[in-house]
């Protein structure tokens, strides 16, 4: 009954979409990167010196004669594919700042034809992108692409349709492809939400392209993103961040595809041609595309398996990947037309740790005044935390008191990458899970991996960190619930027994704040037969005072892999089971993994008794398996205190059903027990996703001391209008049906700086059967106060008035930052942007800050840099990278180009990193190509340019145009090679600021 409420309450949820302004812009493909018409266009006196600005405008005017004397407006008709007719008219580019009209005519290859363009009057088109908006002014075309939502011609497109429809097209390969037409799909767009990323394996047949593929799941369905499946496949398609659009082709240049201004045009290669509407998600870095509508745009089988969130794609002749030599050529002539200044060059900025570094604080203060049992009492609580860097180290403390308690949570640790030891931690720390002896503890002492980092237990994990006091975790594993805590007075969350099973675990964390703040958490871990590589050598120890009874533990584990699949592992573990009783236990452990399977044996002994297991773990096409069995004989340990068991076993399923978004889970545990009766526990949990709704059913049955008990746990979240609303309900079917807990939380933001929380909670075992919480809290940009009034049902009360802040100091420039928003779990960058006139990629003395430069992919996107180049970007995620796009309209000088559009960076928690991002002062070149034929000089139309930098792993490519001239502008300074078609033909060097002008080069025909 209570499932099916859950259910109806389901069905009840609408969300609400925000569509995007609809924009038309329609942008120009280019047959080279960079021309002087483009340059030009770009061109404004107030950004250049009055001598450079004149010497650029005469290439421009020279330019542009040229064109106007060879190319005369003309009709010719295009037979094509699709028997499009087009008029051959040149591409005119609007230059607002200038207020003229500049002619540009793209050279393309002689097979390809020109595009049709008409210019009619400007319109002013925006579009909005996760609150930024971008405002472009753009002539207006017709086309074979034309109108608001760009609809094909309807003549054209209903003659190509029916020469297509109910036939079989062959494709270059010989394959048949079943749609083989034209297609237009409307498609509404909307920022992506971080909640809904799910990480997942993508392979292309037997070959694994990415372990860590973000995809994007919504209402069952998924979407993958455009620009990096694009790279993988070798796809000819580029991704648009400003417009959030795609444009490229796809078995042959004529079927060209385009997804810009809400609608897809597309030349249909797959089977399902009746898709008439879809949706796509966007965010700073990628167009999230439906499965289905990627089948059908490339003809290709895409298998989505739910159990393990992971993607196949079956090999197709027709996808570049599978065919590279044959399609080499088609590829090359694709990036040779593609203006590579705007591709996206990404650097990467490794995360550093400071010998004194920034100091992060987080600053909890309140009254508390209650009244139980008539008698009414005010005290004064609070909570400090604090995250700082010293000697290279990550340092952490909180610390937390009231009338009743204190409680010290602190640590210091550190990660290393190239170094034989991976990771320490001293002070708080959680014990290495090792089968037989312990599970996972709390305590304090020592904690080191080293090696090459080999898992102990391949049963589970354990996930824990810090956040605020009061605030909700719930764990999730591949989109089903595993649990739920509320963070307690030492801010510490900590998930033990997180299954685990083969191939990719993509687990994620989502946070409930009691000011209303939401934020979640992603991350994978693969289990796969590459843990150790044949002869690698993982070691791992730890020494413990446990937090439960303040009993000790030492322990060492060394593992080498015999093979690339069979691991052996020795372990030498001293216990003390008792105060002043102390064991000391070897163990051997030995581990097989195959593709799909591992197998891991145990065996440890004490001198008196003797313990063993097994555990085997699998992966089928739709379903994860675990069998654990472990028996003991006279056997004391941690895991068996007192040699209360002696056996135990486990067995977990778990799955997805394919034909819905609902995940299914099966466990059972059995316990032998020495003295008691046998204790039989049998789980099943279903868990899925509606609209933004997530749900999770779980029942409970155990049988112990001839006591049979059924319990049912139903738990929902999600967001229903403008309200989150949170529940959580227990119960008990048997032997009597009653309420064990029933908790309901609703949150809403009654105005930006509003918010009102309720909690009701009902628990009818305890001495308070009935509590309601209300909650009013009210956001300074600085901090919050917040105002919580408990009533019981009994008439006891409680009330609170607490204020929490977020500190962050960077002692190095005496800044100091406050915000309501942790700066302990979040990190900053600060970005130094400069004009680096000597290239070297330091910001030297006699260099200038470049000022105005704005980023996507962060919170505060209409920040710019400062005077001094000076951009301050805080509360980055610390669980992914997270790449920095710059706004390539915010760089105001045309002849300025940045060394890399877009940066990944690593934040570090509390912390401000700084990250030089130099701006070159580009260079120009031109020259003069020439055929000798007969005795006579004849310019070398068409012929392919090409300049290479190896050192900064940059090509430019570029034709020659109809009277001999190549020209390449804004080109990155630094020492090139020039070919013309694949024969090397000179060196050169470019500085910042050149215009090099070539002797012509004459080649014999």
Known sequence: MSFSIL???????????????????????????????????????????PDRYLAANNRYLAANNRYLAANKPSRHVDTSVSSNKAKQMSVVEHDVRAARFIPHQAALPPWQKQPTFIPELDTVQSRVIQGEVIVKSV????????????????????????????????????????????????????????????????????????????????????????????????????????????????????????????????????????????????DDWDLYVERRVIELMFGIEIVFEPSRQGFSIAESATIPLSQIQERKRRYELFTAQQDLNNKLKVKEIKREDAMIGDLAMGLDLGIVSQKTLDIHKTQVEGFIQARSDIAGHNVYAGYSWSETDEVINAYIEKTLANSWVKHYRIGSIES??????????????????????????????????????????????????????????????????????????????RFFGPNGETRSESFSKMLDHSVLDKGS?????????????????????????????LTTGVSIVKQEIAADDWLIIPKISVNFLGEKNLIQVNYADTGDGFATGVIVQGSGEDIDWLADWE???????????????????????????????????????WKDHGVASDFLQFNARVSGQYHRFSYSNEFRWQSSLHKNRIYNRIAASGKVQNWYLRSYLDLAVAPELEVNQWVLNANSSISDRLNYQVELNYHPQSDVAFSVRNSLAYLFDHSA????????????????????????????????????????????????????????????????????????????SDKTTDHNGELLITHLQTTRPQRLLLKELSLADPFLVPVAIAITVNAHPGNIQEILYPVLYTAELEGNVM???????????????????????????????????FIFDRVIPGRYQIFIEDKLTADLVLKPGDYLELDTITLEH
């Open 139 to 282: 002539p207006t075309q017709k086309s074979v692409i034309h109108g608001n939502k760009r609809q094909i011609e309807q003549e054209d497109f209903q003659e190509a349709s029916r020469d297509s429809m109910q036939q079989r097209v062959a494709t270059w390969a010989g394959h048949s492809i079943r749609c083989g037409r034209p297609l237009s799909i409307p498609y509404q767009d909307a920022p992506a939400s971080q909640d809904l990323f799910i990480i997942s394996q993508l392979k292309y047949g037997k070959l694994l392209l990415s372990d860590e593929l973000f995809a994007y799941q919504e209402e069952g369905k998924q979407y993958l993103p455009m620009q990096l499946l694009a790279e993988l496949l070798m796809l000819p398609i580029q991704f648009d961040a400003n417009t959030s659009s795609l444009s490229g082709w796809y078995l042959s240049p004529e079927k060209t595809i385009d997804v810009s201004n809400n609608l897809m045009i597309f030349w249909g290669n797959g089977t399902n041609c009746n898709i008439e509407k879809t949706r796509v998600f966007y």
């Open 537 to 565: 050598l993982g070691v791992s120890y730890g020494a413990m005072l446990r937090e439960q009874d303040d009993l000790q533990q030492h322990y060492v584990n060394v593992n080498w892999a015999a093979t690339d699949s």
């Open 931 to 965: 055929r000798l034929n007969a005795g006579k000089l004849q310019p070398a139309t068409g012929m392919l340019i090409t300049i290479s930098n190896q050192a900064l792993n940059r090509e430019y490519k570029t034709r020659v145009e109809y009277d001999g001239v």
């Open 7 to 49: 259910l109806l309450l389901g069905c009840l949820l609408l969300t609400e979409l925000r569509s995007s302004l609809v924009d038309d812009v329609t942008s120009h493909q280019l047959a080279f990167d960079e021309t002087a018409a483009s340059m030009a266009s770009n061109l404004t006196k107030a950004s250049l010196t």
């Open 432 to 509: 290495h899970s090792m089968p037989l002896i312990s599970e996972s503890s709390e305590g304090v002492g020592i904690r080191v991996t080293a090696g090459e980092g080999f898992t102990e237990d391949f049963r589970y994990i354990t996930v824990e960190g810090e956040v605020e006091p009061d605030w909700d975790v719930e764990l999730y594993r591949n989109n089903s619930l595993i649990s739920i805590q509320r963070v307690g007075s030492n801010a510490h969350y900590r998930f033990t027994q997180v299954p685990y099973y083969m191939g990719l675990n993509q687990y994620q964390l």
């Open 631 to 669: 028996f003991f004989e006279d056997f004391l340990s941690w895991e068996n205190p007192d040699d209360r068991l002696n056996q135990q076993a486990q067995l977990n399923l778990s799955g997805s059903f394919a034909v819905s978004d609902l995940s299914w889970a099966l466990s059972g545990n």
């Open 785 to 860: 106060l917040r105002l919580v009034v408990d009533t019981h049902s009994d008439g006891d009360w409680l009330a609170q008035l607490r204020w929490n802040s977020s500190l962050l100091w960077q002692p190095e420039t005496n800044l100091w930052l406050l915000d309501r928003i942790s700066y302990l779990n979040t990190g900053a960058v600060k970005i130094i942007a400069f004009q680096d006139d000597n290239a070297d990629g330091v910001f030297n003395d006699n260099e200038h800050a470049v000022s105005g430069l704005s980023f996507s992919g962060h919170s505060q």
